[in-house]
C-alpha cells in the first residue's frame, strides 16, 4: 500500500486568467506539467490529478505520466469539493496527503520533501509549510482526517481543520516563496514567466 498520496487540484474555471491557467506554457511545458514534475521528483509515493473545468485538454496532456486522476463532477463548488473527490479516489488504508495547488509551479521537490520528512518526524498531523510567516501549500493531512474534511463547511474550507485541530498543527519554516505563488491573472503570469525566462 502506498504511504503518502499527492492529490494535485487542477479542476478550477480559472475565471480570473481568462483562459484555462493549467494549459499555459511554463518553463517549456505547462503549468500543470510542470507542477506534475516537481512533485514526481518528490517522495510522494503516488500522484492523484483532480480534473474538472477544461479536463479533457488536461487529460490529454497527462494521460501518459505516471499519474492517477479523476473528475469533479462539482468542480463549481470551489477548492474543497476536489479535495473531497481526490480523497473518494484514493485508496483508504493510505498514511497521509500532500495537497498541491495546479497553479504553483514553483515549489521545489525539496520543500515536499521537507513537509514529508517533518510528518515522519514529528507524528504532527497537519504540516504545513511557512514562508516569511505565511503558511502555503503543499498541505500534508493524515489520513485520520479523512471524515473530517467530508464534513467541513465549503464556505470555510480545509482552513477550518487547522483551527479546529490546532493542537495536531505543525507549521513548518521553508525557505521557499514558491508555496505562496499562484497565478489568479494574466498579469502576474506574463511577470512571472519574463522574470523566469
Known amino acids: 500500500m502506498s504511504q503518502i498520496w499527492a492529490i494535485i487540484l487542477a479542476a478550477g474555471e480559472s475565471k ?8 499555459l506554457p511554463f518553463k517549456g511545458s505547462t503549468m500543470i506539467e510542470t507542477v506534475i514534475s516537481n512533485v514526481l521528483g ?9 480534473l474538472g473545468s477544461s479536463g479533457n485538454e488536461i487529460e490529454g496532456l497527462i494521460r501518459t505520466k505516471s499519474v492517477n486522476y479523476c473528475y469533479n463532477e462539482n468542480y463549481k463548488d470551489g477548492m474543497l ?67 473530517e474534511i ?16 490546532s493542537k495536531d498543527v505543525l507549521e513548518l519554516a521553508v525557505n521557499d516563496p514558491g508555496i505562496l505563488r499562484d497565478f489568479d491573472t494574466y498579469s502576474v503570469y506574463k511577470k512571472a514567466i519574463n522574470q523566469i525566462s
Open 16 to 23: 480570473r486568467m481568462g483562459t484555462p491557467k493549467m494549459l
Open 42 to 50: 518528490s517522495n510522494a509515493d503516488r500522484i492523484l490529478v483532480v
Open 81 to 147: 469539493s476536489s479535495v473531497k473527490c481526490g480523497l473518494r479516489n484514493i485508496p483508504v488504508g493510505l498514511r497521509a496527503v500532500l495537497i498541491f495547488q495546479g497553479d504553483q509551479p514553483l515549489i521545489t521537490s525539496s520543500t515536499s520533501d521537507s513537509v514529508i520528512d517533518a510528518y515522519n518526524a514529528t507524528g504532527k498531523g497537519i504540516v504545513i509549510p511557512v514562508y516569511h510567516n505565511r503558511r502555503g501549500h503543499p498541505l500534508l493531512i493524515d489520513n485520520k482526517y479523512r471524515d
Open 150 to 165: 467530508e464534513k467541513l463547511n465549503p464556505a470555510v474550507g480545509l482552513r477550518s481543520l487547522s483551527y479546529k485541530f
